[in-house]
């Protein structure tokens, strides 16, 4: 790591950041932040897909009322994995890790994040805690839930519990890693004259997540470990019957696991403020408040973890304060939607596929948020609790969210990273679909629960049947959208148009360098003049 | 942070400067999270600790608590070694490091062997949870549950000890090798803040855990 600045001066020869090394071990040893980033796209793309076919049969046993693909413990195991790979593996990282390692150096002008080893080293924990997870299913699986509910998970379940929670333990430091460069980056690294109001929404955004990364991940990375000791050595930190408390097993991990909430739906907040910026040609509405927002929501999200536990014996007056508590969350997240809103009000709106998702994400969230606040509402929640109607509450804000915050940045800053095109046409359409086949998934699961349907059940009444049909086929409509995406992207790796240094025309320091951007990102560190997402300028970045 | 091994500014920053609030800022963030990790515990502890004061009490009873009093000297002794060891290495004093790091670990090292003779007596006198454990009281699967608080905490203490044992033996031969001058000091004063955290949680566990009820 002795390269000098000088080093850096080496573009205009027309190398960038994939053609810099060609070797495997170029990869596996690179430190440069946006060759981590896409050793994350590849890891987190995988867990997507393993994720993905836990759901598929989860769905496909579902459509019938009898439990006749799996048995109930095979069903147990699969809710379990499938949650366990999409939260730990695929959302807590997925917008953070792929996006916000590629992007947060060069929107603020930096050569690198602030610990670049550390970077690296976060991925080979990931990819550590990933191999657990693969030695999980081998070992036959787990079927706690993702939640661990103590005493089952410390005490009774016969799967391999054990292994799970060193992996998720061995996972969350990758996590606490990346948050840790990330808040440290935004503070020391911003090229000069990039003052906090001038950045991006994007970076207030990941620095909100990185907070949250770094103050709860230790603590559920300690609660899991209790959990562990407790299994393996037999003592009672959580047992009732050895003087433990169970609930205070839930306690701490809710006290990770909601504000973990924020941090999948956050960075998909900061993507939207890019994309709706860039595509409405206008400077975000408030953007102090947008900004804002994002801190607001991760330090309210620290104080509502006792929604989890209406029902679980917490005091009633408890449960009125967590239930206020978690009401004021609804404040900054309208915040961001109204200012949203607002920003494509008289803006000069173009409909390409980002935007789309964008579009996507606006009502999607807002129906997961509305719906949150059903169940943030103590009475009501006692009805819904552990019903498909919490199940469609979080996918909407996970798949509707995130996924579509996921995808809008993929699509977006697709031609920034790796210098090509997508096929428009394809890509609009595979976002309709996906649009479609969401809410035919996850709509009905919202009035099947309301009508009584329990979570984590194979088997339900008849006249539930139709509801799970309608979501079964919307799953399938689903797969079909996400299949889309890969096939035209890799597609477009080698037969996409070349895209130049800013295909959108879009602000951002990002979009001053060339695509692929160089190993330094700048030849020079940039001096920036101007507010973030100032459209009433021309657009520079004609730089090659 | 082997980063900045060698003494030049790493490629990613502009300066001696930048680098060096950076790194500074980077630890204070890593020291949070452990404070985060270990505050888990102690609201777990503190929650039981209500919950049972009389068992509580008991527990805490049959803790050595001159041992822990002794090991309380010791380690802050080591603080101070270790804050020599920062000293001289601000002044490039190559000599002076060796010998105030070696101390520190010497002293560390003091306060492992008192922490494994006091396992060593919880092992033969049934008080290991899980294990053997059995204690004469009407309580005592919440003196048990104490005991397992005790393990869990002064064992991730002196596991964090023992990792710092590791990175002070690599400051030792960065030094014999003299790869510290004024200008560049960083991974020993990043180290002793490290150690000085280290030392903190134990200046919190041992009354916590020793000198509960002997009011």
């Not at chain 2, 004093?93 to 070696?102: A, D, G, M, T, Y």
Request: glycine share 10%.
């Amino acid at each position: 790591m002795s390269t000098t600045v000088e080093a850096s001066h080496h573009s205009g020869t027309g190398e960038n950041y994939l053609t810099a090394g060609y070797g495997l071990k170029s990869w596996l040893m690179t430190t440069d932040h946006k060759r981590i980033a896409i050793l994350y796209l590849l890891s987190i793309s995988l867990f997507f897909v393993i994720g993905g076919l836990f759901a598929v049969l989860i769905r496909i046993e579902l459509l019938t009322p009898a439990g006749d693909l799996v048995s109930a413990d095979s069903y147990n195991k699969l809710f379990t994995l499938h949650g366990l790979v999409m939260i730990f593996f695929f959302l807590v990282p997925s917008i953070p890790a792929v996006f916000g390692n590629f992007l947060i150096p060069i929107m603020i002008g930096a050569r690198d994040l602030a610990f670049p080893k550390v970077n690296l080293a976060s991925w080979y924990v990931f990819t550590i805690g990933g191999l657990f997870t693969f030695a999980v299913v081998l070992a036959g699986g787990v079927d706690t839930g993702w939640t661990f509910y103590t005493p089952y998970s410390s005490t009774y379940s016969k799967t391999a519990v054990g292994l799970t929670a060193i992996g998720v333990f061995i996972t969350g430091f990758s996590s606490i890693l990346t948050g840790l460069n990330f808040v440290v980056t935004i503070h020391k690294m911003r090229a000069p004259g990039l003052t906090w109001f001038r950045l991006p929404l994007f970076i207030w955004a990941h620095y909100a997540t990185s907070l949250i990364m770094l103050l709860g991940t230790p603590v559920v990375a300690i609660s899991i470990l209790l959990v562990f000791l407790e299994r393996v050595f037999g003592i009672g930190i959580f047992d009732p019957a050895l003087g433990g408390d169970p609930v205070l097993f839930q306690h701490l991990f809710w006290f990770y696991s909601h504000p973990a909430v924020y941090i999948m739906i956050l960075p998909s907040m900061g993507v939207m403020s890019e994309l709706i910026a860039c595509f409405c040609r206008k400077r975000i509405f408030g953007y102090s408040f947008v900004a804002f927002s994002s801190l607001a929501i991760a330090v309210l999200g620290f104080l509502v973890w006792g929604h989890h536990m209406f029902t679980s014996s917490q005091s009633i007056y408890a449960g009125m304060v967590f239930s206020i508590l978690t009401m004021m969350v609804a404040i900054p997240s309208a915040v961001k939607v109204f200012n949203w809103a607002a920003t494509m009000y008289g803006g000069s709106i173009s409909y390409e596929t980002p935007m789309m998702y964008a579009f996507g994400f606006l009502g999607l969230f807002t129906i997961g948020g509305l719906t949150g606040l059903f169940l943030g509402a103590l009475g009501l929640d006692v009805h819904v609790h552990d019903t498909y109607f919490v199940v469609a509450h979080f996918h909407y804000i996970m798949v509707g969210g995130a996924i579509m915050g996921y995808l809008g940045a993929l699509h977006f800053w697709w031609p920034k990273m790796f210098g090509r095109l997508y096929p428009e046409a394809w890509a609009k359409l595979s976002s309709i679909v996906i649009f479609i086949g969401f809410n035919l998934t996850f709509f009905p699961q919202f009035l099947v629960g309301y009508l009584g349907m329990p979570r984590r059940y194979h088997v339900y009444p008849d006249e539930f049947q139709i509801f799970h049909v309608l979501s079964t086929a919307g799953a399938s409509i689903l797969a079909i959208g996400y299949a889309f995406p890969v096939v035209y992207l890799i597609w477009s790796l080698v037969r996409g148009e070349k895209a130049g240094p800013n295909p959108w025309n879009a602000k951002g320091l990002e979009w001053t360098v060339p695509s692929p951007p160089t190993t330094f990102n700048f030849d020079e560190t940039p001096v920036v003049t101007e507010e973030a997402y100032d459209y009433s300028r021309p657009v520079e970045g004609k730089v090659v | 942070m082997s980063n900045f091994h060698d003494g030049v500014v790493a490629h990613q920053f502009d300066d001696a400067e930048q680098q060096k609030e950076t790194v500074n800022l980077g630890m204070w963030s890593f020291l949070i999270t452990e404070v985060m990790m270990f505050g888990a515990l102690f609201a777990a502890y503190g929650f039981y600790r209500f919950k049972y004061p009389q068992a509580w009490i008991e527990g805490s009873n049959y803790l050595d608590y001159l041992l822990g009093a002794f090991n309380t000297a010791v380690l802050i002794c080591s603080s101070l070694t270790m804050a020599m060891a920062v000293h001289a290495a601000q002044h490039a004093k190559r000599k002076q490091i060796i010998v105030f790091l070696i101390l520190t670990i010497i002293l560390g090292g003091v306060f492992i062997g008192v922490k494994v003779v006091e396992y060593a007596d919880k092992f033969e006198h049934h008080l290991v949870p899980g294990h053997n454990f059995s204690v004469d009281s009407p309580f005592a699967n919440q003196v048990e549950l104490f005991y397992s608080f005790y393990f869990i905490m002064t064992g991730l203490h002196a596991l964090h000890m023992l990792i710092g044992f590791g990175i002070i033996a690599t400051l030792v031969v960065m030094a014999y090798r003299n790869r510290f001058s004024e200008a560049y000091y960083a991974p020993v004063e990043m180290t002793g803040l490290y150690w000085h955290f280290v030392d903190i949680v134990w200046i919190f566990l041992f009354p916590f855990l020793y000198l509960i009820g002997r009011g």
